[in-house]
């Protein structure tokens, strides 16, 4: 069983976690001080982390070894960073790190960094052919993170529940993927919003759910709030995750003003949860 984080005790749960995208306001501010940030990361409760692309790029302008250094000094761990799959307009060159054209350079930086995880943030899906590509893409990326002892996971918004031609891109690349190199980064509220069963999804696709974004909508507007303040139902979903393969959980919040937020949620799963 996981180890939680209060000393002396376990948990059936893995120890939360955070997309660290959810404070990208603090990460991307002019002269952001990326240790000082971190250590007020793990003094709310986080123990990993999980990242994404900030306003000085990858790593938030440090080489992969030098993050997670500061991480690691932070008493935390770096699980995995958020990287783009197929771009999106057409087959030219994109400006920006992908898997398609980059994958070994990324797998690199992971490697370097110590993660255990290659993470495609999104992908091109916006028709049968672009959805094509991008399980070709993640059957590339799951062999190469093999191969350096990683493993290789796909986030989900809600566009890939979108039936193109009567199947889903979720449903397409976990049909056409090795289910031992290709995992699903489980965004619960974006499945929830999409009109998805996470505890169904469990059921349906055994094993393929090791990470999830703990996320949650308000009630009204449907926009990302603290973890427990929403509409997804939380203890439902982790209550009957035992098919799902979870190892880690990242909370996550688009648009969160202060880290009181993330805060916040760590409190309410500490609470009720974990």
Known sequence: MPECAAAGTTSKYPPPGLQVYTLNFMMNAPGADTKAILKQIADIGIRELETATGADGL????????????????????IGNHIGGLPRGGAGASPRRNLRDNLSEIVDD????????????????????????????????????????MRFAYHNHQSEFDKING???????????????????????????????????????????????????DKTTG???????????????????????????????DSAKTIEDPASSVKWLKANIL
């Open 59 to 78: 790593y938030y302008g440090h080489k992969p070894r030098v993050f997670a250094s500061m991480v690691n000094d932070s008493g935390l761990k770096w």
């Open 167 to 217: 199947i889903s891109a979720f449903d397409y690349v976990l049909a056409n993927t090795d289910k031992t190199k290709v995992f699903m980064e489980l965004d619960l509220a974006w499945a929830t919003a999409a009109g998805q069963d996470p505890v169904a999804l469990f059921g349906k696709y055994p094993g393929r759910f090791p990470l999830w974004h703990v996320k949650d909508l």
């Open 223 to 253: 926009r990302p709030c603290p973890v427990g303040k929403g509409k997804v139902d939380f203890k439902r979903i982790f209550e009957n995750s035992s098919k799902s393969g979870v190892e880690h959980t990242f909370i996550e919040q």
């Open 110 to 149: 992971a490697a370097e960094g110590g993660c255990s995880w290659v993470i495609c943030s999104s992908s091109s899906i916006s028709n049968t052919d672009e959805i094509r590509q991008t399980a070709e893409i993640f059957v590339k990326a799951g062999d190469a993170s093999a191969k350096s002892r």
